[in-house]
């Protein structure tokens, strides 16, 4: 299982490619389409953000303890649920700023740090680095 989140209305300095239809042939054409656009939905901050559940759960669970006044409880709860739920712009631009802060105050160090030496796994600045990223340039998303 895994979190996918999708940009409302991301920035995007480049349009994307065509996608092939899931059901289309599948030939050195439609895989080489299929890359491209992987490629630049990677390399675009803010359309589009995924993690696993092992690495989403940690990472809501710093969100949402960060931004505890930003969040309300309705979107902390329905954050750990992949059903759609939505955090507009203002929200997820306060979140990235917030987390920008917190990188560079070492916090995302200290907690890291904390974690592994609690659970063993999962949370990791590159990842929240990542998030953050995703969050200014999404906005607003959408949790699936």
């Not at 895989?31 to 390399?43: C, D, H, I």
């Not at 803010?46 to 669970?61: D, M, Q, S, T």
Request: with cysteine; glycine share 8%; hydrophobic share 35%.
């Amino acid at each position: 299982m895994g979190f996918d989140l999708h940009g409302m209305k991301p920035q995007i300095k480049e349009q994307a490619p065509k996608l092939p239809a899931w059901d289309a042939e599948d030939n050195e054409e439609t895989k080489k389409a299929r890359e491209k656009y992987f490629y630049w939905q990677e390399n675009t901050p803010g359309v589009y953000f995924r993690n696993n559940v092992w690495g989403w759960r940690p990472l809501w669970f710093f969100v949402s303890n960060a931004c505890d006044d930003i969040l309300t409880s309705k979107d902390i709860k329905a954050g750990e649920f992949n059903d759609g739920h939505r955090i507009s712009k203002t929200k997820a631009e306060k979140i990235a700023k917030r987390l920008y802060q917190m990188l560079k105050d070492g916090d995302v160090d200290e907690f890291e740090a904390e974690f592994e030496d609690e659970n063993g796994y999962g949370f990791y600045k590159d990842n929240v680095r990542a998030f953050a990223d995703f969050c200014s340039n999404c906005g607003g998303f959408e949790i699936c």
